[in-house]
């Protein structure tokens, strides 16, 4: 089975923190088992072989969860977006986005237009 570094529940709480310190937003977990759930799913396997096959699924699978979850009280999406791009970025993937497509795609996936596959497809466009 490949190895991947994942993000813990404590890079995710600092993420958040980070989000909130740069942009501003009201500070506050709504429920931490939404972010546990979120962890879980990316990390999941069946039969030694990860559900997400790639490195790309595994970071959209941040993105998703967290953003549809919104275990946060704010900085749900501005989290998510991040938690999938320090994922990306600590696994050796670096993304580059002079058009401001991440926006939109957080954004999308907030309002249940976008699912995995969709942001998937974008950060691969995306990868240096």
């Known amino acids: 089975m490949e190895s991947f570094e ?3 529940l404590v890079d995710i709480l600092n993420i958040h923190q980070n989000q ?19 962890l879980s799913v990316v990390e999941a396997t069946f039969d030694k072989k990860y559900l997400h096959k790639d490195v790309f699924e595994m970071a959209a699978a941040y993105i998703f969860h967290l953003c549809q979850n919104h275990p946060f009280i704010d900085g749900n999406k501005r989290t998510a ?11 050796g993937i670096e993304i580059n986005d002079p058009q401001g497509k991440l926006y939109c795609l957080v954004m999308d996936t907030a309002k249940g237009k976008l699912n995995k596959n969709d942001i998937v497809k974008v950060l691969k466009n995306l990868s240096n």
């Open 6 to 8: 994942f993000l813990t």
């Open 20 to 38: 909130l310190e740069l942009y501003g937003g009201e500070p506050g977990i709504r429920d931490i088992n939404l972010i546990s759930s979120a």
């Open 81 to 91: 977006l991040a938690s999938g791009l320090v994922f990306l970025d600590i696994n």
